[in-house]
């Protein structure tokens, strides 16, 4: 795969420009057509970042290529995670009724009396009472560090998808190619006026 159009075409850079639309719609796709929807965002991603692409002159070669791997790796990885995110997302993130106001209270009883047995027990080297308060606060946010700790886990999957794709431009280079490839790459694409003037 190689890129003569811009560093903003390499694999890397459009499989983020790919993700960041198909985030910005995840929630609102329901499960029933998930994988379809998905598919569908990417192309349309796909089909503008295409035309800039066109514009550069870069070559139909690479852009095929490029295509078919975003679509059939990295577009297949981010629905099943996504997929999975909007499942925990509308489940409260697996927090007892959601995380509203009563159950943190419920939460921050728990950690207040769970602290206080720890104090109480003499073989536990706690000498703190503090240590019971401050298990009683992290009980009363537990829902917030439940969510944060799950969005950052998400956040991270979609950030090596998009470092992987970098990756696998760079090694998958010039190493592979051969001669015809290397021109066919080196060959610019007509522009869409150059294709209407020969029209």
Known sequence: MLNIAGPEFDYGHVVFAVLGQCEHQRRSIEDSHFEQEITACADEKLDRVKAAYEEFGGSAGYWDEL?????????????????????????????????????????????LIIGSI??????VPIFEDFFAFVLTTGGFF???LKRYMIERQYAKRLNRLVVESARYQANAGLHYMTTDQIRESLQPGETPTERRLHE
């Open 67 to 111: 295509a078919r791997e975003v679509l059939t790796v990295a577009v297949p990885q981010y629905a099943a995670a996504a997929k999975e995110m909007n499942r925990i997302e509308r489940s409260g993130y697996g927090v007892f009724r959601h995380g509203d106001l009563g159950a943190r209270l419920l939460f921050a009883l728990i950690g």
């Open 118 to 123: 720890i104090v109480a027990l003499p073989w």
């Open 142 to 144: 537990y829902p917030d």
